[in-house]
């Protein structure tokens, strides 16, 4: 139910958005009525959900699914799906903005910005999955090797950090320093800003990792928990101030009408 706590400021801001976004007409003067823009949203919407239903069908085992494909096969076949569905069923002036937004794929930015973005929202993602699995998975269990080294035996550790109770500190870090991201991408460029945090995302997973394998290795995993959340937070901070960066880099590189569209495309494909 921890979803819920989002209505507390989403409900106020979606009623201060409707009130006070009044400089989109500056971009798109006829935005007509807000009947048909919900209508069109809700048409787009469920076109997108199509072709990511019959994906995922395929994708999940059985007997949820199919299985027939694997994922590096299944991830692009949505996205290429749903791009065309768009397109081809689009109609009135959704037809023409469409074919618009379609011009950022012949921008070599779009890609190169494309993996820059997975790399720092898309790990901000994984990363907030990976926490809390690791906790559970490595420090809920000492793992007791016997005298030859080899684990034989799984036993419920008793001194197991919660994984509900740290789990959140390190989404919420890499969630709130995204602004800082862009503030100082603002003083000293964008592509400054995200080669450095890249260099120290691959040396604290470097890092992170070899404390997570040394906890897996150990009776008493716990004594290696404060210093695996340090380093995980370190992460989440550098992915953050990253997504911030890349995030205000585009914002520089392409014009008005193509910024919004590579914003777009680059954050869907990175949550994929």
Same mark, same amino acid.
């Given at each position: 139910?921890?979803?819920?706590?989002?209505?507390? !400021?989403?409900?106020?801001?979606?009623?201060?958005?409707?009130?006070?976004?009044?400089?989109?007409?500056?971009?798109?003067?006829?935005?007509?009525?807000?009947?048909?823009?919900?209508? &069109?949203?809700?048409?787009?919407?469920?076109? !997108?959900?199509? $072709?990511?239903?019959?994906?995922?069908?395929?994708?999940?085992?059985? $007997?949820?699914?199919?299985?027939?494909?694997?994922?590096?096969?299944?991830?692009?076949?949505?996205?290429?799906?749903?791009?065309?569905?768009?397109?081809?069923?689009?109609?009135?002036?959704? &037809?023409?903005?469409?074919?618009?937004?379609?011009?950022?794929?012949?921008? &070599?930015?779009?890609?190169?910005?494309?993996?820059?973005?997975?790399?720092?929202?898309?790990?901000?993602?994984?990363?907030?999955?990976?926490?809390?699995?690791?906790?559970?998975?490595?420090?809920?269990?000492?793992?007791?090797?016997?005298?030859?080294?080899?684990?034989?035996?799984?036993? &419920?550790?008793?001194?197991? $950090?919660?994984?509900?109770?740290?789990?959140?500190?390190?989404?919420?870090?890499?969630?709130?320093?995204?602004?800082?991201?862009?503030?100082?991408?603002?003083?000293?460029?964008?592509?400054?800003?995200?080669?450095?945090?890249?260099?120290?995302?691959?040396?604290?997973?470097?890092?992170?990792?070899?404390?997570?394998?040394?906890?897996?290795? !150990?009776?008493? $995993?716990?004594?290696?928990?404060?210093?695996?959340?340090?380093?995980?937070?370190?992460?989440?901070?550098?992915?953050?101030?990253?997504?911030? !960066?890349?995030?205000?880099?585009?914002?520089?590189?392409?014009?008005?009408?193509?910024?919004?569209?590579?914003?777009?495309?680059?954050?869907?494909?990175?949550?994929?």
């Amino acid at each position: 139910n921890a979803g819920f706590a989002w209505l507390l !400021s989403l409900v106020p801001l979606s009623v201060i958005c409707f009130f006070g976004m009044n400089n989109l007409t500056s971009v798109s003067p006829n935005i007509g009525s807000t009947i048909a823009a919900f209508i &069109k949203i809700i048409w787009l919407y469920t076109l !997108s959900f199509v $072709p990511a239903g019959i994906g995922l069908y395929l994708y999940l085992p059985k $007997p949820t699914g199919l299985g027939l494909l694997n994922m590096w096969l299944a991830m692009p076949l949505i996205i290429v799906t749903t791009l065309m569905v768009m397109k081809l069923t689009a109609f009135g002036t959704m &037809k023409d903005n469409i074919a618009k937004q379609f011009a950022i794929f012949g921008n &070599k930015h779009t890609w190169s910005m494309t993996a820059l973005y997975i790399v720092t929202f898309g790990s901000f993602i994984g990363f907030s999955m990976a926490l809390p699995l690791s906790i559970t998975v490595i420090f809920g269990i000492s793992h007791v090797p016997d005298a030859a080294g080899v684990m034989q035996h799984m036993l &419920k550790n008793p001194n197991a $950090p919660s994984a509900l109770t740290y789990a959140w500190i390190g989404p919420f870090v890499g969630a709130a320093v995204r602004p800082i991201g862009g503030w100082i991408s603002d003083k000293v460029g964008g592509s400054i800003v995200t080669q450095l945090i890249s260099a120290v995302m691959v040396v604290a997973s470097a890092a992170v990792g070899y404390v997570m394998l040394q906890a897996y290795q !150990s009776a008493t $995993p716990e004594q290696y928990f404060l210093l695996f959340m340090v380093l995980f937070v370190v992460l989440f901070t550098a992915s953050g101030i990253g997504n911030g !960066s890349t995030f205000r880099t585009i914002a520089v590189i392409f014009d008005r009408q193509q910024a919004g569209p590579v914003l777009g495309w680059t954050s869907a494909v990175a949550a994929y």
